[in-house]
């Protein structure tokens, strides 16, 4: 009885090793293919034009910053209305509309 008990948890301990073993396996490719997209995300940005690198910085701190004015002032019912959107001359705005998204933030 002693061996069959012994032997079960030999077998428990050698497939819970086997598992160790495979995530340990899938995070290296993880690792490998994190690495990977790194190399393309820098290499893409190193081929973008300047003026377009700059063009999404601004674009994401106007939206950062819109998106912060409405997690602070939740009550404004004309803030988080995407019809409220609209630029003078009432054409609905685009990301990167720096009039639209001074309209919404004042």
Do not use: H, W
Not at 8 to 22: G, H, L, V
Not at 28 to 38: A, D, G, H, I, V
């Amino acid at each position: 009885m002693m061996k069959s008990m012994n032997e079960s948890i030999n077998e428990q301990i050698t497939k819970k090793e086997t598992e160790i073993a495979d995530i340990d396996c899938k995070i290296n490719s993880n690792r490998e293919k994190l690495r990977s997209l790194r190399e393309t995300v820098d290499a893409d940005i190193y081929e973008m034009p300047l003026n377009e690198l700059l063009k999404i910085n601004a674009a994401s701190r106007e939206e950062i910053d819109i998106l912060d004015n409405i997690l602070r002032s939740p009550t404004e019912p004309d803030v988080s209305k995407p019809s409220s959107r609209r630029r003078s001359d009432n054409s609905p705005a685009v990301s990167g509309d720096s009039k639209a998204f001074e309209a919404i933030i004042t």
